[in-house]
C-alpha cells in the first residue's frame, strides 16, 4: 500500500508498506543482478549504508543457478540473507539486449541463453513462475523492450504485445499468489510503461495500464539512448497520466541529476549499475562532482573521498590508501568505492525526502546540482 505523505511541487513524499518492510519514497534501490551487489558487498554492508530495497535480477537467476533452486531455500531473501524488500526486474531488458538471437511471438520471445546457448522461452507466465519462486516482493511485467529509436509503427506495434502481456501477467501472479506453496502469497506486481520518445504512445499507454490498478507503474525504455532533454520532457508529458496514488519508478536511471530532475517530475523509484560499476573503476560520487581516484593528484591525499561523509571508506581510509589499493588492483579499493557511492546515494535519497517533507525540495535541488556541476 502507498500512502502519499507529502507533494511540493511534483515531487512527491511516499510510504510503500510491503510485506517484507516499509519503503521510503523516494527510493534508490541498490541493484544486486544476480543476488549480490558486485564489489564483495554483503547484505549486512547494505543495511549498515541504510538500503532500503535489493534489486535482482530474473533473467539472470533463472539461467544461473536457477529460480527451482532459490525456491528450495525458501526464496530470494533467504538465500542471500536479506530480510527487507526486493524487486525482481522480469527479465525483458536482458532478453532484448542480451540474446544475439531471439524471436518475438505473440506468445513470449524464444532466445539462447547468453551463458550456454541453451534455448529458453520466456512470455508473461513464465516470467511471473520464475518471479514467483523467486519469492521477491516486487515483481515486475514482462514487456518488450523495443530498440531506440525504433519506426513508429513497430513502437505502437510493440507496446500493444506489451499491454496484451501485462494482462497475462496480472491474471497468472493471481493464480501463482494462491497457491499453497507459493514463496510469497503477497507478491505485488508492477506495469510497465513503453513507447520510446513518442509522447501521445507514452500517454495512451499510460491511462490504458492505469486501469488496471496495480501496485506500482514503471517507466521503461528510457536511459537507453536518447538525451536527457528527450527522457525528462517524456517524464513531463507521461508521469501526470499515471496514478499519483501509486508508486512510480523509472526503470535504469540513473546519475544523480537524472534522479534530481526526475523526482522533480513525480518519480518515486530508482535503479541503476552506476554507482556499483563506477566505483568498481575507481570512480567516486561526491556533493562536488566525480571524482576518478586514480588520478596521480590523489597519491598523497591524506583526506578520505570526502570530508564529513561517514561511509565505511570515508571513515576510515584517505584517498591516497584506496588509489593504492585501485592501482594494486586489491579487492578492497573497489569495494570501498562500491560502498561509498551507495553510501552518497542512499544519503541522497534521505535528503531529498526530507527536503521534499519541508517544501523546498526546488531550492535543494538546485543547490545540488550546482555543487556537483562545480568539480
Not at 523495443?146 to 506489451?162: F, G, I, L
Not at 571524482?291 to 571508506?313: S, T
Amino acid at each position: 500500500m502507498y500512502q502519499l505523505i507529502k507533494k511540493d511541487g511534483r515531487a512527491k513524499r511516499g510510504r510503500f508498506t510491503t510485506v517484507h518492510g516499509t519503503i521510503e519514497t523516494p527510493v534508490f534501490m541498490n541493484v544486486g543482478t544476480v543476488a549480490a551487489i558486485k564489489g564483495a558487498v554483503s547484505t549486512d554492508d547494505l543495511k549498515e549504508i541504510r538500503t532500503q530495497v535489493e534489486l535482482s535480477n530474473t533473467y539472470h537467476l533463472h539461467v544461473r543457478p536457477g529460480d527451482r533452486l532459490i525456491k528450495e531455500f525458501g526464496g530470494l531473501h533467504k538465500f542471500m540473507n536479506w530480510d527487507r524488500p526486493i524487486l525482481t526486474d522480469s527479465g525483458g531488458f536482458q532478453v532484448f539486449s542480451l540474446a544475439k538471437l531471439r524471436k518475438i511471438k505473440e506468445e513470449g520471445v524464444s532466445f539462447s541463453s547468453h551463458i550456454d546457448g541453451r534455448k529458453i522461452f520466456m512470455g508473461p507466465e513464465e516470467s511471473m513462475q520464475i518471479q514467483s519462486n523467486l519469492g521477491s516482493t516486487i515483481a515486475m511485467a514482462f514487456d518488450e523492450c523495443p530498440p531506440h529509436p525504433a519506426e513508429r509503427k513497430y513502437m505502437q506495434d510493440s507496446v500493444d504485445r506489451t499491454t496484451r502481456w501485462l494482462h497475462r501477467c496480472k491474471k497468472e501472479l493471481d493464480r501463482l499468489n494462491r497457491l499453497p506453496d507459493t514463496v510469497n502469497p503477497h507478491q505485488m506486481l508492477f506495469g510497465i510503461n513503453q513507447g520510446g520518445t513518442y509522447e501521445d504512445i507514452r500517454i495512451s499507454h499510460a491511462k490504458e495500464i492505469s486501469r488496471l490498478d496495480l501496485d506500482g507503474y514503471a517507466l521503461g525504455g528510457l536511459a537507453v539512448g536518447e538525451s536527457h532533454a528527450e527522457m525528462y520532457r517524456i517524464l513531463d508529458e507521461t508521469v501526470p497520466y499515471l496514478p499519483e496514488a501509486k508508486p512510480t519508478y523509472l526503470m535504469g536511471v540513473g546519475t544523480p541529476a537524472n534522479i534530481l530532475e526526475a523526482v522533480d517530475r513525480g518519480v518515486d523509484f530508482f535503479d541503476c549499475v552506476y554507482p556499483t560499476r563506477n566505483g568498481r573503476h575507481g570512480h567516486v560520487y561526491t556533493n562536488h562532482g566525480k571524482m576518478n581516484l586514480f588520478n596521480k593528484k590523489y597519491e598523497l591525499d591524506h583526506r578520505p573521498i570526502e570530508e564529513g561523509c561517514q561511509c565505511p571508506a570515508c571513515r576510515s581510509f584517505s584517498r591516497a590508501y584506496i588509489r593504492h589499493l585501485l592501482k594494486a588492483k586489491e579487492m578492497l579499493g573497489m569495494r570501498l568505492c562500491v560502498l561509498h557511492n551507495l553510501y552518497f546515494y542512499n544519503t541522497m535519497m534521505e535528503e531529498i525526502r526530507e527536503a521534499i517533507e519541508q517544501g523546498r525540495y526546488r531550492e535543494y535541488k538546485e543547490r545540488k546540482l550546482s555543487g556537483m556541476e562545480n568539480k
